[in-house]
């Protein structure tokens, strides 16, 4: 899968959460709740500013997630070298068919659960699951 189509993916999935907005930081495609803080970034390839070599979705993660998840399948999952302890790296290129989008999906929530206000989480737990 081309990280044209990866990047669309993510954001899809970003923009369809309440008050998100996108803007670039450090080169990146970066979502942010109202425009304030971040809870996701797009890390492509050679075009960054980051030690990275996969395409990957950098995200806020809660408590313990990221050591989690990088347990389970480091292949999949690893500790970004920015955003701190509580942000977890997906690499959404290791997969021949693409990403679980599913999993993309259930990151970005989480993320946006840790960054949003609990008013925008209540407008989250208000949409129908798709």
């Not at 480091?74 to 690499?91: Q, S, Y």
């Amino acid at each position: 899968m081309e990280s044209d189509e990866l990047l669309a993916g993510v954001r899809e999935r970003c923009l369809a959460l309440p008050e998100v907005t996108e803007g670039l930081t450090h080169g990146a495609p970066t979502w942010f709740v109202r425009g304030r803080r971040s809870f996701a970034k797009f890390i492509d390839p050679p075009d960054h500013r980051f030690d990275e070599s996969h395409v990957a979705l950098w995200a806020a993660a809660p408590p313990g997630a990221r050591r989690e998840l990088a347990a389970a399948d480091p292949t999949r999952f690893f500790g970004p070298p920015f955003g701190g302890a509580d942000w977890v790296g997906l690499r959404l290129d290791v997969e021949p068919g693409g990403p679980d989008w599913e999993v993309v999906r259930e990151i970005l929530t989480d993320a946006y659960r840790r960054i949003a206000p609990p008013t925008f989480v209540a407008l989250l737990d208000e949409q129908p699951r798709s």
